[in-house]
């Protein structure tokens, strides 16, 4: 018999509600002063680490396939207000700085066309597809109207909704 596996993930195993209100005030990472206040020492920090081999290649990898470079931008930022490395406040200002370093990677490692907002819609094979599944639809359409007869229906009898139907033979 073999050994019982638990699953990785319990939904069970969460927070009960009000719980961060009974907590020990202190216990986050953000909670505490942040590690780095100089605008100017951040953006230099997250150049280096966005700029190094393995993390350019994954921005890279995540451009190419459709995530927007926003989106990295905010993520970079969040992970980097959970860990207690700067506040939010530092984090907004930086937006723009760690949006054109993600920008600047993927343009040195040649991405031709990437998504740069959250709210660009511009994806071409998606509006190519709808387009030409309404032609077909479009076409079915015609095709059927032309070469079927219009259906004719029985003339309904009086009675209810739930009464017998009687077939004539």
């Known amino acids: 018999m073999e050994p019982r596996v638990e699953a990785k993930y ?20 953000w909670e505490h002063p942040p590690q780095m206040t100089d605008i100017h020492e951040i953006s230099l920090f997250l150049f280096k680490r966005l700029t190094a081999p393995r993390a350019a290649e994954q921005i890279i990898l995540m451009l190419q396939e459709g995530v927007p470079a926003e989106a990295l931008a905010r993520v970079v930022l969040f992970g980097g207000f959970t860990e207690g490395k700067w506040n939010v406040d530092s984090a907004l200002l930086l937006a723009q700085t760690v949006l ?28 190519r ?7 077909k ?6 095709k059927m109207a032309e070469t079927e007869a219009p259906m004719e229906l029985p003339e309904a009898e009086a009675g209810g909704l739930m009464s017998k139907l009687t077939e004539e033979i």
């Not at 639809?137 to 015609?142: D, F, G, L, N």
């Open 129 to 135: 597809n709808l387009a030409d599944m309404k032609n």
């Open 10 to 29: 319990n939904p069970f195993d969460a927070p009960v509600p009000g719980q961060s209100l009974t907590d020990t005030p202190g216990n986050a990472p």
């Open 100 to 127: 054109k370093i993600i920008v600047a990677v993927a343009m040195k490692g040649g991405v031709k066309s990437f998504k740069l907002s959250l709210e660009d819609k511009t994806n071409l094979d998606f509006r």
């Open 137 to 142: 639809i479009e076409r079915t359409a015609k």
